[in-house]
C-alpha cells in the first residue's frame, strides 16, 4: 500500500506540473507552433517564477524557437539551458539531438540516436515523445526514420492526435498538399480540441479554397476563443478575399487581435497597415507605417503608403516630398500605376501641373482598366492651358463609362464650355487662319457641351444645373455667331431661374442667380429696354447691395436722364 501510495503521489505531483507547464507555457507554445517565432522568444523571455521543469519546457521552446529562424547557436545554447533546467525533462534532448542531425554527419546522426533513445527513455509510453523525435527527422527530410518513429508512437497509442499531425507535416514536405490535409482531418477526428490541426488544415485550404479554411479557423475558435494565430489567418483570408472579395472590415477585426501582441510578423503589420490604408483610417494608417518602418527602413511599400496616406489627409506638401523621394529611390520595375497616380495627384495640389500630367498619363498607360485617371487627365491639361487635350480625354473618360451618371455628362459639357470660352478670350491676338481653324474647333466644342448639357436636362429636368450652364454656353453661342447677346441663352436662362428662385434656401444659389440677372440686364441694354434693364440691375441690389456693377450699370442709366 505504501509502494502504491508513493506511486500516486509522484503521479500526482508529474499530472500537476504538467498542468502548470501547460498554463504557464501555453501561449508562448500557441505562438511557436503558428510559426509566430518573434512573438514566442518574447513570450518566453517574459516568463518568471518557474519551477524546474516549466523553466526547462521553456528553454526548450525558445530553443525551438530560434532553430525555426536559422538561429542555431542561440537554439543550442537553450537546448543545453532545458536540460541542466531539469535533467529528465526529454524535449532537451530532443533539440539537442535534432541540432546532431543538422550536421549531416555519420557521427551526428549516431549522436542524434542516442538523445533521441535518452528522450524516449524516460518516457516510453508518452506517444508525444515519439512524435517530438520524429518530427526532427521530419524537419531533416529523413522520413525512413520519421515512419519508424512514428510506428512506436502508434503502438503506444494509434489513435494519438498528434501522429497525424507529424504524418501531415511529412507529407506537405514531400509537396503532397491533398494527403496532408487528409492526415489533419484525421488528427481533429481523433481530438476535437487540436488546435495545431485545425490550424494546419486551415492553412493547407487558405489558398486552394478559402471557405473551407474559414470553416476551420471558425471550428478552432469554438476551441480556443483567445487562440491569436487563428486570427492571423482569418485576417490573411479576409484580406485576400474569398471568390475575390475582399472584407478589409473583417480582416483590421482579426487582424486586430493579434496586433496587440508583442512580436507580430512584420509582414502581418505592414498588411495591416494596407487595410487602414484601404478602408480610409488613414490617421491610424500613418501611425502604423511608422512602426513598421522604424522595424524595417526599407520597407518601400510602406513609404508609398505613407504618400498616399498624406494626400488622403491633404498634407499635400509632406506627401509630395515623399512621393518624390520614393520615386527616386525606387527601381522602375518596383513602380506600379497608383505610385504614378498618387504622384501626380500630388504635384497637382502643389500647383505643378506639367509633371502632373506626364505622370497620370503614365498611370493610364500602366493600367487602361482605370477610367476614372481619364478625368483627372483631363482636369489635369485643363490646367496647364491645353484644352484640346482635356477635352479629349474628358471624352475618352465619358465613352469609357457606357453606363455615365448623370453628373459625367454635366462634368463633360463643363470642359467643353471651358474650351470654348478659352479660344474666345485668345481670338483678339489669333491670325486670321488661326480664327478660321479656332472658329471650327470652338463650333465642335459648344456643340459637345450643347448634347452634354442636354441629357443632363433630360435626365434631371427639375433641376437647374442643365439649363443653367446650357444657358452660358448659349452665350458663347450668341458672341461668335451674333457678335453680341443675340438671346439664345433667354429661355434656358427663365428655366433655371424658376426652378432656383424656389429652391434658394439660405441664399445657398445667389451668385448664379445674379449671373443670370446681369445677363438679362445686359440683354435688354442691347435691345434699349432701359427700363426692363433697370430691373434686373435692381433685382442684383436687392441680394447684393454693395454689388459694385449693379451699381455702376445704374449709375450710368441715371446719368442719361
Known sequence: ??????????????????????????????????????????????????????????????????????????????????????PEYPYGYIGQGMLELNKKTKNGA????????????????????????????????????????????????????????????????????????????????????????????????????????????????????????????????????????????????????????????????????QLLFFTDRNIDAVAQIREVLEKDPSNYVMKRLQ?????????????????????????????????????????????????AVENLVKAYSMDTTKHELLKEISDAYQGVGNYPESVAYAQKFLNANPESVTIDYFNFGTTCYRAAANMIAKDATASSEQLVQD???????????????????????????????LGKTMIIKDIVHHKGVGGLANSYYEKALGIMLSSNENGKLNREIIDIYTYFGAYYVALEDSKTSKEYWNKILEIDPENTKAKEVLRLFDQQR
Open 1 to 86: 500500500m505504501n509502494a502504491k501510495r508513493i506511486l500516486f503521489v509522484a503521479l500526482s505531483v508529474i499530472l500537476c506540473c504538467s498542468s502548470v507547464c501547460a498554463q504557464k507555457n501555453e501561449k508562448g507554445i500557441d505562438y511557436y507552433r503558428a510559426e509566430l517565432y518573434d512573438a514566442a522568444k518574447l513570450y518566453f523571455k517574459q516568463q518568471t517564477g518557474l519551477t524546474a521543469t516549466e523553466q526547462a519546457e521553456n528553454y526548450y521552446y525558445l530553443g525551438q524557437s530560434y532553430a525555426a529562424t536559422a538561429q542555431l547557436d542561440s537554439a543550442a545554447y537553450y537546448y543545453d539551458k532545458a536540460v541542466t533546467s531539469d
Open 110 to 273: 549516431d549522436a542524434a540516436n542516442e538523445l533521441f533513445k535518452k528522450a524516449i527513455g524516460f518516457s516510453k509510453k508518452d506517444p508525444a515523445i515519439h512524435t517530438a523525435v520524429a518530427e526532427a527527422y521530419i524537419n531533416m527530410k529523413m522520413y525512413d526514420q520519421a515512419e519508424e518513429v512514428l510506428d512506436r508512437a502508434r503502438k503506444v497509442k494509434k489513435d494519438f492526435s498528434g501522429i497525424y499531425v507529424a504524418e501531415g507535416d511529412m507529407l506537405m514536405s514531400k509537396g503532397d498538399v491533398g494527403g496532408a490535409a487528409a492526415k489533419y482531418e484525421n488528427a481533429i477526428l481523433f481530438n476535437k480540441n487540436d488546435k495545431v490541426a485545425y490550424l494546419k488544415e486551415a492553412r493547407v485550404y487558405k489558398g486552394i479554397n478559402p471557405s473551407l479554411s474559414l470553416d476551420l479557423l471558425n471550428r478552432l475558435i469554438e476551441v480556443d476563443p483567445g487562440y491569436v494565430p487563428a486570427y492571423a489567418e482569418l485576417g490573411d483570408i479576409y484580406y485576400t478575399g474569398i471568390d475575390k472579395k475582399p472584407n478589409y472590415n473583417k480582416a483590421i477585426e482579426a487582424y486586430e487581435k493579434i496586433m496587440k501582441i508583442p512580436g507580430v510578423p512584420i509582414a502581418q503589420e505592414a498588411r495591416y497597415a
Open 307 to 355: 504618400a498616399y496616406n498624406n494626400f488622403k489627409l491633404e498634407n499635400y506638401t509632406l506627401g509630395l516630398e515623399q512621393m518624390s523621394t520614393f520615386m527616386r529611390e525606387t527601381k522602375p520595375e518596383n513602380l506600379i500605376s497608383l505610385d504614378y497616380t498618387y504622384f501626380g495627384r500630388l504635384l497637382m495640389k502643389n500647383k505643378q501641373m506639367e509633371p
Open 439 to 469: 472658329s471650327l474647333q470652338r463650333d465642335k466644342y459648344i456643340a459637345l457641351a450643347e448634347e452634354a448639357y442636354n441629357t443632363v436636362i433630360e435626365r434631371m429636368p427639375d433641376k437647374y444645373l442643365g439649363y443653367y450652364w
